[in-house]
């Protein structure tokens, strides 16, 4: 089977060399999501509106390749900052509901544009 290019405007356009997801059978990689506005393309401020936006912006990736956000198996969040670690784990739980996803928070000098927060993972559906 070949790869299926995920590709959504309800998310940011890729800023690099790479799809906003891949589909492979049954597996969904998203790329990493920073919280650009997708209709601005601009940084939104401050940390909990960045979490925020890195949420919607990878539901909004979920949801355009037909599957749920309880199909996320495994999350990696990228923090400039790991004193925002509450902060994340506060929003997190407004988006997801037990099981969790695997996941792991770890920090990092920069990411691009100067956010502060990152986010990517892969999904496994029943199809």
Partial sequence: MTKEIINTDRAPKAIGTYSQAIKKNNIIFLSGQIPLNPHTMELVDGIEAQIHQVFKNILAVIEA???????????????????????????????????????????????????????????????
Avoid: C, Q, W
Wanted: aromatic share 10%; no cysteine.
């Fill in 65 to 127: 390749a037909n599957a749920s956000i309880d199909d996320l198996v495994k999350l990696n969040i990228y923090l400039t900052d790991l004193s925002h670690f509450a902060l994340v784990n506060e929003i997190m739980a407004e988006f997801f509901s037990e099981p969790y996803p695997a996941r792991a928070a770890i920090g990092v000098a920069s990411l691009p544009k100067g956010s502060l927060i990152e986010a990517d993972g892969f999904l496994v559906t029943g199809e």
